[in-house]
Nanobody, 129 residues
Framework: QLRLVESGGGSVQPGGSLKLSCTGS????????IGWFRQAPGKEREGLTC????????NYRDHVKGRFTISRDGAKNTFYLQMNNLQDWDTAVYYC??????????????????????WGQGIQVTVSS
């Protein structure tokens, strides 16, 4: 079955860290532009970061620059989102994506849902004291 499977979410106090994982099943994630999104209750989905298939292009949205890091491990067919200095406004459901048509850049995040070949199931991150 072709899918992305997320793990690593949970609850953390403000200032804490979490690392999300997203593993591809049935396809090679390194062949795709990979990205992370999140959606908080009552808010629109927002893009966070992306990485190109070569790994040479990485984009971060301003609201996560310096705190979040995207990376990948080809041997594990997995990519990651390291989140540091988490704050309450980071509370959301986080989604990983893989796209063959949306290229990693500042515009990666503005495609229609069908332009992303794969979506993770979504994983809850809660930041609370």
């Amino acid at each position: 079955q072709l899918r992305l499977v997320e793990s690593g979410g949970g609850s953390v106090q403000p200032g804490g860290s979490l690392k999300l994982s997203c593993t591809g099943s049935g396809f090679t994630v390194a062949n795709y532009n990979i990205g992370w999104f999140r959606q908080a209750p009552g808010k629109e989905r927002e893009g966070l970061t992306c990485i190109s298939p070569s790994g040479k292009t990485i984009n971060y949205r301003d609201h996560v620059k310096g705190r979040f890091t995207i990376s990948r491990d080809g041997a594990k067919n997995t990519f990651y989102l390291q989140m540091n200095n988490l704050q309450d406004w980071d509370t959301a459901v986080y989604y990983c994506t893989a796209s063959s048509s949306r290229y990693c850049s500042g515009t990666y995040y503005y495609g229609d849902d069908l332009e992303y070949n794969f979506w993770g199931q979504g994983i809850q991150v809660t930041v609370s004291s």
